[in-house]
């Protein structure tokens, strides 16, 4: 007898693909009738965004049978009344150096936290509790992150109205780079419930994969905590407890291209759940013929940088050298410009993957004692909501071109949706690991995926919802990807970027 498996859902709002005319606190510009339970608010100009958001939650089948009346509550069947949402954004970056680029590319734009935001709070009720959380990139300003978006804007228009939208940079350190080296470190005070240490053991991604824990770095110089925590069949990652204690995480994450992952998306979105980046493996020092993945190949020029990188990790950890390490940097940007393969930026990195699938298996089966762990029943509510209203291409995720695309994407199943997303940049899911090996998966499953035809998109259209299969999703050009991806990832007929 064959079974059919029920179709996941994902949800697709249009817009314009643009911010333009938006202004904090980004009210929704039409009144809405499920608005009403959260107080009349003055009529402003139009907010494509905010309907692209409505529309893509319609889409997921959020309360399908109330859509467009004043009951609908998309969020309502995710998190009971009274709980705690957490709204998880990419803030990684404070500014892009890419010409082509803008910071539209690079973060949650502050329009996709309004609308999330809402809904949030139309779910929980004023007795519930909704907080931005979010950890960025250790040299990444998060004030000027949170000007830049709007937050202040957005905390204020909810308190007038007798909410409380917390905001937390769940980082424990923040740096400053020069020539790519830190230069100064400053301790932040973190979260403020903590953090919990979960070792996911056999349950990693890692497990049984033939990488060599010793050969581990992470985000920082000093490899040793990297390599500690991924030896022996331990594999921990320190995670944030508002996390991993709230009712229901919204992961907000940016459409773009990423170096190390092909994209990025909602899979690699949870990298900023955690309290120390340096226990993330992000590539294995070495060619694949020495068991690494930090570079194609056996060029002797490359061999002898990584040598010399590994030489100057030692000397940095213990706070020397770093004149020395500053000049050599200069003169190798210099005679070797940006555009090759390092530090795990290609399609051969074996490492970032698994790191990612792991973060969402914690984020899924990590029970309140981090132990929990049962392959039958994860203990979390996740909803992702993409901002793919101004995109990033090329050099993601730090610098990408803006790619203007002017689509919001929603689902229950993180790889449900990021297959569309990748449908929509014209790859090709069986080139991106972390997305293929997510279907294939037999272990603590945080997909429902096997196949992409088991993905039906709900695209919104006016008050109602057309559906779609993912070869509906025809790009016009693929996305222009990272250099270490490029021929790597195109969709085959789809035309690819100049």
């Not at 938006?22 to 003055?42: Q, V, W």
């Not at 809904?119 to 300003?141: I, N, T």
């Not at 132990?371 to 730090?398: C, M, Q, S, Y």
Request: contains cysteine.
């Amino acid at each position: 007898m064959t079974t059919t498996r029920a179709k996941v859902r994902v949800g697709l709002g249009r817009s314009a693909p643009s911010y333009a005319g938006l202004a904090a606190p980004y009210a929704p510009g039409e009144a809405f009738p499920e608005l009403a339970a959260l107080g009349a608010e003055p009529a402003t100009t139009a907010n494509a965004v905010y309907a692209a958001v409505r529309g893509a939650l319609a889409g997921a089948g959020l309360d399908a049978a109330r859509f467009g009346s004043a009951g609908w509550n998309p969020l309502g069947a995710l998190v009971r009344r009274g709980g705690r949402i957490v709204l998880k954004p990419n803030f990684i970056r404070h500014w892009n150096p890419c010409p082509e680029g803008t910071l539209d590319s690079v973060v949650t734009h502050g329009a996709i936290l309004r609308a999330a935001s809402d809904y949030a709070f139309l779910a929980v009720g004023s007795r519930g509790s909704v907080v931005v959380a979010e950890a960025a990139q250790h040299d990444c300003d998060f004030d000027a992150v949170s000007r830049s978006v709007g937050l202040d804007a957005l905390v204020a228009h909810h308190a007038a109205a007798g909410r409380k939208l917390e905001v937390l940079d769940l980082r424990r350190e923040a740096v400053r780079y020069e020539d790519g080296v830190i230069v100064e470190r400053r301790p932040l005070p973190g979260d403020p419930a903590g953090y919990r240490c979960v070792d996911l053991a056999e349950h990693s991604a890692f497990h049984g994969s033939g990488l060599d824990p010793r050969r581990f770095r992470g985000a920082d110089y000093d490899s040793g905590p990297t390599t500690r925590s991924h030896l022996g069949g331990r594999h921990a990652y320190l995670l944030s407890e508002t996390v991993l204690r709230c009712d229901l995480v919204v992961n907000l994450p940016k459409l773009k291209t990423h170096k190390k992952t092909g994209v990025t998306l909602a899979l690699k979105n949870l990298v900023g759940v955690n309290g120390d980046k340096n226990l993330l493996p992000h590539h294995c020092v070495g060619s694949p013929a020495e068991g690494g993945d930090e570079f194609p190949g056996a060029a002797g020029l490359d061999r002898l940088r990584s040598r010399a990188t590994e030489l100057a990790r030692g000397w940095l950890a213990r706070g020397r050298g770093t004149a020395l390490v500053r000049a050599l940097r200069r003169v190798e940007n210099a005679a070797r410009g940006e555009d090759f393969v390092r530090s795990g930026n290609w399609y051969g990195n074996r490492t970032t993957w698994r790191m990612c699938i792991d973060l969402n298996r914690i984020l899924y089966y990590s029970d309140a004692t981090g132990e929990h762990f049962d392959a039958a029943a994860p203990v979390r509510r996740v909803l992702t909501l993409l901002d793919g209203v101004v995109a990033g291409e090329g050099e993601g995720p730090l610098a990408p071109a803006d790619r203007p695309l002017g689509v919001v994407l929603a689902s229950t199943d993180p790889v449900a949706l990021d297959l569309a997303a990748v449908r929509l940049m014209g790859f090709d899911e069986q080139q991106i690991p972390k997305v293929r090996e997510a279907m294939a998966d037999e272990g603590l499953r945080v997909t429902s995926v096997r196949a992409p035809g088991d993905v039906v998109v709900g695209a919104a259209a006016g008050d109602g919802v057309r559906d779609l299969g993912l070869d509906d999703l025809v790009a016009d050009r693929a996305f222009r990807t990272h250099p270490g991806w490029r021929g790597h990832l195109e969709r085959e007929g789809v035309r690819c970027a100049g």
